[in-house]
């Protein structure tokens, strides 16, 4: 079985950082390409960050662009998004998401390119 769990949410104050984590099991994900994405309350599901198979291509929303870094441990199955400089604006659920095609080149941006999906991790940014 398939699974993708997003660990590190919580809440910081504005400025402060998190480090989300996303850990797969049930399959390797080591030659797909992984995603990030958030959704506000109210609000639709939106792209934060990519990264490829192979960690080497990586893209970003501009509204997190120089703040957020995505990486990826091929080795853990896991993939990570640093968070620097929260706002309060960044408070949403935080989704992991996992590519199905091998070694999707360029990666996608929008959420119908990733078939596995988490159930999400909280962030709360208090201003």
């Known amino acids: 079985q398939v699974q993708l769990v997003e660990s590190g949410g919580g809440l910081v104050q504005a400025g402060g950082s998190l480090r989300l984590s996303c850990a797969a099991s049930?399959?390797?994900?080591?030659?797909?390409?992984m995603g990030w994405f958030r959704q506000a309350p109210g609000k639709e599901r939106e792209f934060v960050a990519a990264?490829?198979?192979?960690?080497?291509?990586?893209g970003y929303a501009d509204s997190v662009k120089g703040r957020f870094t995505i990486s990826r441990d091929n080795s853990k199955n896991t993939v990570f998004l640093q968070m620097n400089s929260l706002k309060a604006g960044d408070t949403a659920v935080y989704y992991c998401?996992?590519?199905?095609?091998?070694?999707?080149?360029?990666?996608?941006?929008?959420?119908?390119?990733?078939?596995?999906w988490g159930q999400g991790t909280q962030v709360t940014v208090s201003s």
């Open positions: 998401a996992a590519d199905a095609v091998y070694r999707r080149e360029p990666i996608g941006f929008g959420a119908t390119t990733y078939r596995y």
């Open positions: 990264i490829s198979w192979s960690g080497g291509t990586t």
């Open positions: 049930g399959h390797s994900f080591s030659d797909v390409a």
